[in-house]
């Protein structure tokens, strides 16, 4: 089972904040490390087939720290793969085009797998997104929870559960979600209506 969080709000989350979300995600997915972020009008994606403990280590994650803390929005994953290698960083989150970009938790089956440049399971939703819009969600089969920016709205990402559950709140002026509560209760006000 995967991990995902994000928030929507510059300075939402310290650059120490990030890392910390970043190590408690890794419990649920260790076989790769991303994030997305909306750095002024660029939407940037890393990530790597490493558990978070090497991946926050890491020089490029090191340089870009700063910059995603004051992001209008940002994603995380960790990943526990099911469908494609990590091995093949475009099977790993955050799956992006130059449509769109997801990170997703659960396991979906479509009903056909369309053109792709991984083989996994996410990108086939996202691709399904992209191509039926929301009223693809009822012809998937499977589980999911995802946060989804679509390129033609930058500003804005989309959150979706179906069998996972996504925890959000406010940290501050900023919007903060995430798997379960425990990656990120201790700093944001969460309220018992907010589980989805």
């Known amino acids: 089972m995967c991990g995902i969080a994000g928030f929507h709000g510059k300075g939402t989350l310290s ?6 979300v970043l190590l408690r995600l890794q419990d649920r997915g260790r076989d ?6 909306l750095s002024g009008e660029q939407i940037r994606v890393m990530k790597a087939p490493l558990p978070a403990g090497l991946f926050v280590e890491s020089e490029t994650y090191l340089n870009h720290l700063q910059e995603i803390s004051q992001a209008t929005w940002a994603m995380f994953h960790c990943r526990n793969a099911t469908h494609g290698s990590p091995r093949n960083n475009d099977n790993n989150h955050p799956i992006h085009n130059e ?5 997703h938790n659960g396991v979906v089956y479509p009903p ?3 053109p792709a440049k991984g083989q996994c399971d996410s990108e086939q939703l996202l691709l399904y997104l992209q191509e039926y819009g929301n009223d693809c969600l009822v012809s998937l089969k499977g589980s999911a929870a995802f946060a989804y920016c679509d390129f033609h709205s930058p500003h804005a990402i989309y959150l979706y559960s179906h069998v996972h559950s996504i ?3 406010w940290q501050g002026d900023g919007f903060i979600f995430a798997s379960t509560e425990k990656v990120v209760g201790r700093s944001m006000r969460l309220l018992p209506e907010d589980i989805v």
């Open 167 to 169: 925890v959000y709140g």
């Open 32 to 37: 790769a490390t991303g994030i997305a972020w």
């Open 112 to 114: 056909q797998w369309l």
């Open 99 to 103: 449509m769109g970009v997801i990170v």
């Open 15 to 20: 650059p120490d904040e990030i890392t910390d």
